[in-house]
């Protein structure tokens, strides 16, 4: 059993910043990507930012320059730095990973932007 554990959503203006987390544990098989997904309501979840033991982040286009996505190998735990934060980031966000024991979600973590 695979448990990702996140933190650090809240309540900021315009223009702040937050800091997430996602903790992963249990049995994990090899991972093989972590990343954060959001939802908006009445929109598809969407991926935000997706990091890899090697290589280069991807991001999706709207958060490039303002969020940042990084990790802890040893401790199974990936961050996203939000800054310059704006309304339509407002969301759940969701920690996602994917190893070879299969895929796993976290329980979400709401981000709300206020104007």
């Known amino acids: 059993q695979v448990q990702l554990v996140e933190s650090g959503g809240g309540l900021v203006q315009a223009g702040g910043s937050l800091r997430l987390s996602c903790a992963a544990s249990?049995?994990?098989?090899?991972?093989?990507?972590m990343g954060w997904y959001r939802q908006a309501p009445g929109k598809q979840r969407e991926l935000v930012a997706r990091?890899?033991?090697?290589?280069?982040?991807v991001y999706e286009d709207s958060v490039k320059g303002r969020f940042t996505i990084s990790g802890d190998n040893a401790k199974n735990t990936v961050y996203l730095q939000m800054n310059s934060l704006k309304p339509e980031d407002t969301a759940v966000y969701y920690c996602?990973?994917?190893?070879?024991?299969?895929?796993?979600w976290g329980q979400g973590t709401q981000v709300t932007v206020s104007s």
């Open positions: 990091f890899l033991p090697i290589g280069t982040p």
């Open positions: 249990g049995r994990i098989l090899s991972i093989r990507r």
């Open positions: 996602n990973l994917q190893s070879a024991g299969g895929e796993y």
